[in-house]
């Protein structure tokens, strides 16, 4: 196979949670730029059908918009049967759908810790095993889990005072490596990308706190990640390029997780 064609997605069918705005819509756009058939999912679905004009207008493939809670599992189970339907299949799930709340962790309200939880650990471990039965059935499929940097161990509070968010991106970890492993005998890939310092909705204000400067000499690159650091990582994973691999969790964080 060419290289060139190793990173061909025309004509795959691609499901991205969180996909609407930030890192998500980023993905999103990349996939659809790799030639896959993308379906773009979030809770406001409003922001799924901006994005999805955009993607057929610029791509010229098909982008699907639907609303899904990734904590709900009628709303993932519809996600994928709404994808089958349409599509025909599943060829490649991307796990973006996420949410945190900082507090510190001797007074952290326990059904912030659960909802957490519920979207960021539970939410993934469903939509997989969801749309792992359809990929069984064809024979395979790629599942990409966005976990995160602070997933790898613990961070100062005045840092990132976020203990539930960065517990549930470690365990993403940890269950990106079990399913790699079960899964690896039905074709199934599931691998794994953690972010270092990306601004978007979700940290602009957290890196306005801790401060621009303090970020940016947290990694070796000195800088952010910038709106299509991740691209190229999620079509890797998605494409025969990866097609051994599995298990495995890529950082891209301008090399902080190199750090001693």
């Known amino acids: ?42 809770r406001k679905v409003e922001r799924c059908v901006e994005l999805c004009k955009l993607i057929e207008a610029e791509t010229g493939v098909k982008a699907l918009p639907v609303a899904c809670d990734a904590s709900k599992a009628e709303d ?28 510190d962790a001797l007074d952290y309200p326990m059904n912030k810790w659960q909802q957490i939880m519920d979207v960021n650990l539970t939410g993934v471990f469903q939509l997989s095993v969801m749309a792992a039965r359809v990929m069984k059935e064809k024979g395979g ?9 602070t997933g790898y161990g613990g961070t100062y509070p005045e840092q990132q005072n976020t203990v539930a968010y960065n517990v549930s991106k470690g365990a993403v970890i940890t269950l990106t490596q079990d399913l790699g492993v079960k899964w690896a005998r039905y074709g199934i890939y599931v691998n794994g990308i953690a972010p270092g310092p990306f601004v978007t909705h979700m940290t602009e204000k957290h890196f306005a706190n801790v401060g621009e400067e303090h970020v940016r000499g947290a990694n070796p690159l ?11 990582a999620v079509v890797f994973l ?23």
């Open 141 to 149: 499929g790629k599942i990409v889990n966005i976990s995160s940097t």
């Open 1 to 42: 196979m060419k290289t060139n064609d190793l990173f061909n997605l025309k004509g795959k069918v691609a499901i991205i949670t969180g996909g609407s705005i930030g890192l998500g819509a980023q993905m999103s756009m990349g996939l659809a730029e790799a030639g896959a058939n993308v379906v773009v999912a979030a």
């Open 222 to 232: 000195g800088r952010f990640g910038s709106e299509w650091d991740l691209k190229g």
């Open 238 to 260: 998605s494409s025969p390029a990866s097609d051994f691999i599995t298990g495995h969790v890529i950082p891209v964080d301008g090399g902080s997780n190199a750090l001693a």
């Open 76 to 103: 993932c189970q519809n996600l994928i049967d709404v994808t089958v339907k349409e599509f025909g299949t599943v060829d490649i799930l991307v796990n973006n759908a996420g949410i945190t709340w900082g507090a």
